[in-house]
């Protein structure tokens, strides 16, 4: 849609004349843009001495205007700007900051005409190189501690696309390696006529759009993406080290001798998602330029969209080992079809040291699909595999080198059940690009787990002894009125300290060290009195008919008065194995500010708010949940309502549903079966099952293998039973597969036709979640209007 041609940041499709009434149904109309400030940093980088802590804090929201002009081209579910190698909605900032953590001194960062993007701490701490984001180019810029203002490295072209670092550093914390941008201007017109021709070798399970399906196509995003790895030095000599390449992630040795690159083949097949593409790794030289080795390619992943623990042929999972000078270690699949097909064996993991002329040794064989590969400095490796089948994943603990210590399983658990989850492996990224787990000179490693967990309900940190296997709990916080949760793991004279978070539900964050028994010392405070807290929740525990437990939340506006609420329900329905997985909510307090993408918005209006977005849909006598899908939603909402009923504080006559994308379609599907709701604001949802007929959410079945349940669960094919009014909002430039615009405009015809009280708000240049400030407003706007006018409170 043409940015030039639009009058204002939405539009009704079939009914224009109604956009002005938006400005004034709000008799009290509130100042929206105070739920778009950020609360507490976007991102935060400890030194690797340890002493200082880097954070930065961008526009949550941008405006729209700010990218009004520039052009993009999406491909591959991915928008890039065709004018700087960048992708729309990266984050950049205005500044950073650096905070010393024992003194409290502090510096700020900021260049003039330019935002920054990917900071990165040299490895003497003393150093930090970043990208600055101008309106037509990425550079590279660098600051020392010892200095009071940045100065410009180089003004080669950086690559800050595809979410990989665009910087690392090289041991002697004076050079270091960029993805160098090589991107080619691309036309952004259509061609007359493209030709695509079918992939037959493909497993495709959704309805992609703008991938990779023709010569166009693949063109633009060979151009877009061209890179080369270039070492920098620190007299702005600038060498390069790769051909140009659609390079994805770069890496060095631990002795700074080689580089690892990882990118993606130009050989692309239609169809195909982006982490599906195929991949090839070299290993390069640091100081001739030479390839010292390239490991096997990962093939296009074809299999894997309908298995999930299938896997593509080839090396995957490649990263340098921590224990040796120059060491890779990675995996690759045996079997490749998995669970589906017996086999003893799934994955074996290979090693290979410089100078790479050897053969690759074999380390071990994995029973189950490897999942993830976690080194230590020690030699200590610890890796997870899984089997999609029994929903089951394993542990493992293996000390490389050692063939007299067998490997030994550490944690086995159910990942649907996040009461079973025992958290992520405490790791660090590292100055030169590489990934390790945080240990203690005895090698223990740590959990960090926060929520229901297998440690109990809170923040929880857990030391696991290498050679007992013993877990202890190093840190918990269970305290239900404030909640304390750890962000960085500091090792001093192998002493644990923590760098954490405290909150409340009134408060907003703040950053504290803490060391064993001595006092918490106070770094950073994200507090405003500006800000807006929701109210604490109460929580609701019922059973729906047929006994599966069911757990919601409600929130009550701040000036609840003594007469009965309206209220918004939030729905988004979820698959569970069995009702005893439905997660109950943590009752931690958090400082949760009013979200405007969220359904609390509504608190403002006077409505009380249920967050019924956990509701099960389960596996029921051996059938798909889908399967009854509509009787289980009916159990879920027939509960929901007497619970409800049962406070004593909620108007059953005035009750609202809402959901954003599966949620939307759950809210109209109801209004398909019942009429006892005051209206619906249904947001960027899928209501024609035959425009997904691959598959969606959790269903493997396609349209044509179950024709009736595709029918049953579109709410388009039943749009003459829906009498209820309905708002509904989509983004213009919906990425997301199975949820393009085109399913809300063609409801809303729908509904038309069946002259139901329906309105259709569409937000320009939005995509799947929402993003600008002017169209968010505008949608608040819309939303608290309609509300309004179902509850009648004007």
């Not at 390790?436 to 967990?453: E, H, M, R, S």
């Not at 899908?629 to 027939?638: H, K």
Request: aromatic share 10%; glycine share 4%; hydrophobic share 40%.
């Amino acid at each position: 849609m043409c940015f030039a041609c639009l009058q204002t940041f939405f539009a009704f499709s079939l009914a224009r004349a109604e956009v002005a009434s938006y400005q004034t149904d709000s008799l009290a109309q509130f100042d929206y843009h105070r739920l778009m400030t950020d609360v507490g940093p976007s991102w935060m980088r400890l030194s690797p001495d340890q002493q200082w802590v880097m954070m930065a804090s961008g526009a949550a929201y941008p405006s729209i205007y700010s990218e009004s002009n520039e052009g993009r081209i999406e491909l591959l579910g991915r928008e890039f700007y065709v004018d700087r190698p960048l992708e729309s909605g990266s984050f950049v900032t205005d500044k950073v900051k650096l905070i010393h953590i024992s003194t409290g001194q502090s510096k700020e960062l900021r260049i003039p005409e330019r935002n920054i993007r990917d900071a990165r701490w040299s490895p003497d701490s003393k150093n930090v190189a970043f990208v600055g984001v101008a309106a037509n180019a990425l550079d590279i810029w660098h600051f020392q501690l010892s200095q009071q203002q940045p100065e410009l490295w180089s003004d080669i072209a950086v690559s800050g696309q595809l979410e990989a670092p665009s910087i690392v550093w090289l041991p002697d914390s004076q050079n270091v390696i960029l993805r160098h941008s090589r991107m080619q201007p691309v036309d952004t017109l259509t061609p007359a006529a493209t030709l695509q021709i079918a992939d037959t070798q493909s497993v495709q399970t959704r309805v992609y759009r703008n991938t990779l399906d023709t010569d166009f196509n693949r063109q633009k995003f060979s151009a877009l993406l061209r890179q080369q790895a270039v070492l920098l030095s620190k007299n702005g000599e600038v060498r390069s080290l790769t051909a140009e390449l659609l390079l994805e992630s770069i890496s060095i040795s631990p002795d700074g001798r080689y580089l690892l690159v990882q990118h993606i083949s130009d050989e692309v097949q239609p169809g195909i998602r982006f982490n599906r593409l195929a991949r090839e790794y070299q290993v390069v030289d640091i100081a001739t330029g030479n390839i010292s080795a390239v490991l096997p390619k990962l093939q296009t992943d074809l299999v894997r969209a309908r298995e999930p623990d299938a896997a593509a042929e080839g090396a995957r999972l490649v990263q340098w080992r921590p224990d040796q000078p120059a060491t890779l270690i990675w995996a690759e699949g045996i079997e490749l079809r998995g669970h589906a097909v017996d086999a003893s064996y799934r994955d074996a993991v290979f090693t290979l040291a410089a100078p790479f002329t050897a053969s690759p040794e074999e380390l071990f064989k994995t029973s189950w699909r490897l999942h993830q590969l976690h080194l230590t400095e020690g030699g200590r490796l610890l890796y997870s595999d899984f089997h999609s089948g029994l929903k089951q994943l394993r542990y493992w603990d293996l000390l490389l080198g050692a063939a007299d210590k067998p490997q030994r399983l550490l944690l086995h658990y159910d990942y649907t059940n996040s009461a079973e989850f025992p958290g992520e492996l405490v790791s660090q990224l590292l100055p030169d690009g590489r990934t390790q787990l945080v240990t203690n000179k005895a090698q223990a490693i740590y959990f960090q787990a926060d929520g229901q967990n297998r440690w109990g309900d809170g923040a929880y940190l857990v030391r696991l002894d290498a050679e007992s296997m013993e877990q202890q709990i190093v840190f918990a916080s269970s305290d239900q009125q404030q909640r304390r949760a750890p962000l960085y793991l500091r090792m001093q004279d192998d002493k644990e300290w923590l760098l954490l978070t405290k909150e409340s539900a009134q408060r907003a964050p703040s950053l504290w060290l803490s060391h064993g028994s001595a006092a918490e010392q106070l770094i950073y405070d994200w507090h405003s009195d500006a800000l807006i807290a929701t109210p604490e929740p109460l929580l609701l525990e019922f059973q729906r008919a047929d006994g599966v437990q069911l757990y919601s939340q409600l929130f009550l506006p701040e000036k609840a008065v003594d007469q009965l609420l309206p209220a918004v329900i939030w729905l988004y329905p979820r698959e569970y194995h069995t009702h005893q997985q439905q997660p109950k909510p943590s009752r931690q307090s958090l400082f949760q500010p009013v979200d405007p993408m969220g359904p609390l918005v509504a608190l403002l209006d006077g409505y009380a708010v249920v967050d019924a977005s956990q509701a099960p849909i389960i596996r029921q006598d051996g059938q798909e949940p889908n399967d009854t899908f509509r009787q289980q939603q009916q159990l879920n909402i027939d509960a929901l309502i007497a619970a409800l009923e049962s406070t004593g504080r909620i108007d059953r006559n005035r009750l609202v549903l809402m959901g954003h994308s599966y949620g939307a379609f759950s809210a109209v599907s109801l209004l398909t079966e019942r009429s006892d709701f005051r209206c619906a604001i249904a947001r960027s949802g899928a209501y024609n099952r035959s425009l997904t007929p691959l598959g969606f959410q959790g269903e493997k079945r396609t349209l044509w293998q179950a024709p009736d349940l595709y029918q049953q669960l579109s709410p388009f094919f039943h749009a003459d039973k829906v009498t209820t009014p309905v708002l509904l909002i989509h983004g213009s430039a919906d990425e997301n597969p199975g949820t393009a615009a085109l399913q809300s405009e063609m409801m809303f015809q729908a509904l038309q036709a069946q002259q139901v009280q329906a309105k259709l708000l569409l937000l320009n240049k939005e995509r799947h979640a929402y993003r600008y400030r002017e169209t968010i407003e505008q949608m608040l706007i819309a939303q608290s209007a309609w509300l309004r006018q179902c509850a009648q409170l004007d």
